[in-house]
């Protein structure tokens, strides 16, 4: 029984806790754009050497994936 002295505020203070941390996280904006990062690992535009789908757009032939390419680093 003295136990539960100790352990229902203990409960009471995490669950305060997390309920902050969760308006906390609402008010700055971590849930404001959901679909925008599931989105961004399908469009690449740091790598430069990706140049499959602007060729395609553009109509240019796509250059020959067995060629080597000069400007791209070595694969460790």
Request: charged share 15%; proline share 12%.
């Amino acid at each position: 029984m003295p136990a539960l002295y100790v352990m229902i505020p203990a409960a009471l203070l995490i669950v305060a806790i997390a309920i902050y941390i969760f308006f906390w996280a609402v008010d700055s904006g971590q849930y404001d754009d959901l679909d925008g990062p599931a989105h961004s690992i399908l469009f690449d535009d740091q790598d430069p050497s990706h140049q499959a789908a602007v060729d395609e757009a553009s109509g240019h032939a796509p250059t020959d994936p067995a060629k080597p390419n000069d400007k791209a680093p070595p694969h460790a």
